[in-house]
């Protein structure tokens, strides 16, 4: 292994040789957390104000500080800022920029805050942005769902159970099935934006911090709710990025059903729907093939979501309080399962509203397999017969109807009329598929006050 001399590490004092140039690598993170930029500004412009106004700061010291954070803050989004991995982190390198360009002021920023408690901030207030985005997203795709629920409230296709023909629905009533879904998703984000929007600062290392500092005004500058409650707590879990990863892998699971089921409608033997070309592709040797790439990548990048959750998992496990460096590896698993999450909301909403039904393969399938015979159950219930004997009846029937390849509303009443003296003309009103649609419940979305 060997050395690396050219270095400016901000905490090298205690040091008597230069970090070893693998080991500078390994513990780097500035590589992905630089994504962190603009929060950790935001961070470190809170924090010096709140210096000034607990007089640990001049007044001229945090305006220089402020205007140096700022240009900063501005040649990173210019892609004009020289990334430094030999300083290790997103932190280190704006602390070390800002020095440069402000002088010995700069080197004051850091007073009573520790990474740790910084590190913490950063990634809170980044998730709770995300999760605004995130909750922004969901609301986009219901209101896609509901438009084709609207569209096709009276699109009759089988219900399964089993993947078996149960009974008719409408393709408007299973598009809610979806809706609602999504909105116990968004409960779960909004109650998780509740634990995130806290704030860590002033916990510094682990202790707290030996100055005068106002906790509560730090969490006011960053729009936090109040100041969290425990220092050792603060600094070290990140329960609440596991929140999101859960809330993240339910959300995914449901998204997999759906594009299971979609995957499904547009195979030749459903031919149920149709997505449109631009969100397919073909392959380069079948020149027939229309291929539902997007819902199978949805349905594949679950796993990826589902693992960074038992990730955070297993990252949290067993650590003691308080900070430990482990945290650093929260970051790459949180990022990726946001990603992921936020293009999978975007592709489904944009997508949605462009499948076409094929109404008649679906009315079709759903004359098949005898879905009205639990219509024709309680229409026997109705005129008197046990619901356990009006089963028996149905089934012979049913078994009939097979015998002659023949649906239930395709017998004759006389035929009906064998299986028992019950049944009458009016049998026929229950063993359309329309008839059957007729008497199920619709329920239309509670509104919901997303404020
Ligand atoms: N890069 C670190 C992280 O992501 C920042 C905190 C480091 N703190 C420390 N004492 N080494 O967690």
């Not at 709140?50 to 989004?77: C, Y």
């Not at 462009?354 to 109705?382: H, R």
């Amino acid at each position: 292994m060997s050395n690396n001399k050219d270095q400016n590490k901000l905490w090298g004092g205690r040091f008597t040789e230069a970090t070893d140039a693998f080991v500078q690598r390994f513990t780097a993170s500035v590589d992905f957390d630089r994504r962190l930029f603009q929060q950790d500004i935001d961070g470190s412009a809170a924090h010096a104000k709140m210096l000034a106004k607990a007089g640990i700061l001049t007044a001229d010291e945090v305006s220089q500080i402020l205007d140096g954070l700022e240009s900063i803050r501005q040649d990173i989004i210019d892609d004009n800022f020289e990334w430094s991995v030999a300083l290790e982190d997103v932190h280190m390198n704006i602390e070390a920029a800002l020095t440069s360009r402000i002088g010995d002021v700069g080197k004051k920023l850091h007073t009573g805050r520790s990474r740790n408690d910084q590190v913490a901030t950063d990634i809170r207030l980044y998730v709770r942005g995300e999760i605004d985005l995130i909750a922004q997203l969901i609301t986009k795709l219901q209101s896609a769902l509901l438009g084709v629920a609207e569209r096709e409230a009276s699109t009759i296709m089988p219900g399964f159970t089993h993947l078996q023909t149960a009974q008719p629905v409408s393709f408007g009533h299973h598009m809610m099935a979806w809706y609602e879904m999504l909105d116990r998703d968004y409960d779960r984000l909004l109650d998780c934006r509740k634990r995130v929007n806290l704030s860590p600062l002033g916990a510094a290392a682990l202790a707290g911090t030996t100055y005068p500092i106002d906790r509560n005004f730090t969490a006011e500058q960053l729009g936090f709710d109040a100041p969290t409650k425990n220092s050792l707590d603060s600094v070290s879990d990140r329960d609440f990025a596991i929140e999101l990863a859960s809330f993240a892998s339910i959300l995914m699971m449901h998204l997999s059903r759906c594009s299971e089921e979609l995957v499904l409608w547009t195979s030749a033997q459903f031919n149920f729907i149709d997505l449109p070309d631009r969100f397919c592709t073909g392959s380069s040797i079948m020149p027939q093939k229309k291929n539902p790439d997007v819902p199978e990548l949805v349905r594949g990048k679950t796993g990826r979501v589902h693992g960074h959750l038992v990730s955070l998992l297993t990252l949290m496990k067993s650590q003691p309080l308080a900070y430990n460096k482990d945290n650093q590896e929260d970051k790459e698993p949180l990022f990726d399962l946001i990603d992921t999450v936020k293009d999978c909301l975007f592709a489904y909403s944009e997508m949605m509203p462009a499948v076409s039904c094929n109404k008649d393969e679906m009315y079709a399938a759903a004359k098949q397999g005898y879905a009205t015979a639990t219509d024709l159950a309680d229409y026997l219930v109705k005129k008197g017969m046990a619901f356990r004997d009006a089963h028996e009846v149905v089934g012979k029937s049913v078994a009939f109807g097979i015998q002659q390849k023949r649906d239930l509303a395709d017998l004759s009443l006389a035929e009906l009329q064998n299986f028992s003296g019950l049944i009458t003309e009016d049998v026929f009103e229950v063993l359309t598929l329309e008839g059957s649609i007729g008497c199920l419940l619709y329920t239309s979305p509670s509104p919901r006050d997303r404020g």
